[in-house]
């Protein structure tokens, strides 16, 4: 009885869970030490355990009753607003735009909320061929459709001539266009747009004046990347635009604050005027009416909590960056041994993944499985998880992964 409409992978298996669940398996034949599982998109500890910072959890415990069992406004608590936004620019919150925040249930809320509230059914949503592949269901759902351009260049950089024609293509039909933009720290690459990727992207975004443009920056990773500031630099680039451009942030505190069970985020417009302001949190207010509804009172609380007192502010981030550190020694760790051994990978900067372009991809993946290395073949390419091994693990990868690529590619 059920209609299928846009839900293409009805009955499919979660080929994610599903490789993971061989991956357990596995462990359980030969031992944990024999198998190396770089399937999970969450940050692992050298034992394996999931990453949770004590600072979050501290605060968590102390909330009190009404703050976990009130129902919150729809729109989130007012310091909920204000701790968004300085989750988002830190200390330097620009003050030339209008902004206002929508809570969602994490990241993927606020995606839900951008694509509702900023496409019409049918329409076409723009982002990268490598891609978060939820992005495809959260459209199929709404009745929209991703479609993509080519990331990379035959050089491995931005390829902005592939950008600009998907883009003219769809506004040659829309007069609007929502495009997703996942940086820094990129699921599944690594990559971070560069502040030069991002002039090329907004002198592109200024050649349609006549078109709307809304710019979602999806940060899940933001707060792994690396320098808070540094990878901040690009905001500002998003103010002082065009009224035709409306970029929106689609922030998440399930990575930045290991809060993923929690399910905590929220949609933020950097918009040009206060009209556009307005229409944002009217829109927002009733698609997460007619979706979730009210938000998790206890995870806004927490949040407003952390940026409201700058000890404990210093204690998350002091904390953050002992784990931040170690992701980044696996994700070095991964690309120096790649070097060596002359695997090509996609152009890693930061953040939980890495991911090796190759032919036959599930062909690769079965193969890698047959060496007890498990990761998830992603289109053209095989994703590793360096966020969920260890070191030695990550300089372990690339070698089995050559081995796997040979084996079924010859090459
Ligand atoms: N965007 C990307 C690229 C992600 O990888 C994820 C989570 O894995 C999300 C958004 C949303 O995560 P959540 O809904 O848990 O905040």
């Not at 990129?186 to 990559?191: A, E, K, L, R, S």
């Not at 604050?257 to 009209?275: H, K, S």
């Not at 002992?322 to 992701?327: C, F, G, R, S, V």
Request: aromatic share 10%.
């Amino acid at each position: 009885m059920i209609r299928i409409n846009g839900r293409t992978t009805i009955g499919k298996p979660d080929k994610l869970f599903g490789v993971s669940a061989l991956a357990k398996a596995r462990i359980a034949e030969i031992g944990k030490e024999n198998v190396i599982n770089s399937t999970l998109g969450v940050l692992l500890d050298d034992n394996g355990k999931l990453v949770v910072l004590s600072s979050v959890m501290e605060a968590l415990r102390e909330l009190a009753p009404e703050e976990f069992a009130a129902y919150a406004p729809i729109i989130g608590i007012p310091e909920y607003k204000e701790a968004v936004t300085k989750a988002v620019f830190l200390d330097e919150i620009p003050q030339d735009i209008f902004i206002e925040t929508c809570y969602a249930p994490g990241g993927t809320g606020s995606l839900r909320n951008a694509i509702s509230c900023y496409s019409s059914p049918k329409d076409k949503i723009l982002t990268s061929d490598w891609h978060w592949a939820p992005y495809n269901v959260i459209a199929a759902e709404l009745g929209r459709e991703v479609v993509t351009y080519t990331l990379f260049d035959e050089d491995y950089h931005f390829n902005d001539a592939s950008f600009r024609a998907s883009l003219s293509e769809i506004l040659a039909v829309q007069d609007q266009a929502v495009v997703i933009i996942n940086t820094p720290a990129h699921n599944p690459t690594g990559y971070t747009f560069t502040l030069e990727d991002w002039d090329k992207v907004l002198d592109i975004f200024k050649s349609f004046p006549n078109k709307n443009i809304v710019c979602v920056v999806d940060i899940a990773y933001l707060d792994f990347a690396g320098d808070a500031h540094e990878y901040r630099a690009f905001l500002k680039k998003l103010t002082g635009l065009p009224h035709h451009i409306l970029p929106l942030i689609a922030f998440s505190a399930s990575k930045g604050f290991t809060m993923y069970g929690m399910r905590c985020g929220a949609l933020l417009c950097m918009a040009p005027t206060a009209e556009l302001a307005k229409e944002f949190k009217d829109a927002t207010s009733v698609a997460s009416r007619a979706s979730w509804s009210n938000g998790n009172h206890s995870a806004m609380a927490v949040i407003s909590k952390i940026f409201a007192d700058d000890t404990l502010l210093a204690k998350v981030t002091e904390e953050r960056n002992h784990y931040m550190k170690n992701l980044q020694e696996r994700g070095r760790a991964f690309m120096e041994e790649a070097g060596k051994i002359g695997l090509q990978c996609c152009p890693y900067d930061s953040g939980f993944f890495i991911t090796v372009p190759c032919d036959n991809a599930e062909e690769v993946g079965k193969a890698l499985q047959a060496l007890n290395v498990f990761a998830i073949p992603l289109g053209p390419g095989i994703r590793v998880s360096v966020a969920s091994n260890t070191i030695a693990e990550c300089r372990a990868i690339p070698g089995k992964l050559q081995q796997a690529i040979t084996q079924i590619n010859g090459k």
